[in-house]
């Protein structure tokens, strides 16, 4: 690969987050995150998971003292519940409250169907492209980054 064509895969992640950026606003004190963190525990569980901050942060690659904090966020503002396992207290599970489901449905399944109408000629085929070129990217990056500690 040519040092001109790393340029551009850099330029054309700087152009995906300011996409991130072009999201519809959120409501004060939202972070975009917390959208994230709704949908990952929703999809969890509709896999009949009973979710842990771990299972968060494996699904995020996330580390999980900034996903505590975040989920401890949102818990403040009411979107997450946090309920002891009735086997083991020393286990926490973390659900989406109404009022995160409400937040979800609005920013994630409203927003998300109509970009999908928009976004209709980039193909499967080519989204999974992208996303495995990016993740490839990330995973490089963190490894060279890990080696010139």
């Known amino acids: 690969m040519t040092t001109e064509k790393i340029k551009r895969m850099l330029d054309a992640c700087y152009q995906a987050k300011r996409i991130r950026e072009l999201l519809p606003p959120l409501p004060s004190g939202v972070a975009p995150s917390y959208i994230h963190y709704l949908d990952t525990i929703q999809t969890l569980e509709c896999q009949e998971i009973h979710v842990k901050v ?16 975040t989920v401890k966020e949102m818990e403040k503002k009411g979107y997450l519940k946090k309920t002891s396992s009735p086997d083991d207290g020393r286990i926490t599970y973390i659900s989406v409250t109404e009022a995160g489901r409400e937040l979800s449905k609005k920013y994630d399944a409203q927003y998300f ?14 989204a999974d492209c992208m996303i ?9 990056m ?7 500690e």
């Open 54 to 69: 771990s299972d968060i942060s494996d699904a995020l690659n996330l580390p999980r003292p900034g996903v505590t904090r």
């Open 113 to 126: 169907s109509n970009l999908a109408i928009d976004l209709a000629d980039i193909s499967e085929e080519e």
């Open 132 to 140: 495995a070129t990016i993740e490839k990217f990330y995973q490089v």
């Open 142 to 148: 963190c490894e060279r980054r890990d080696r010139n």
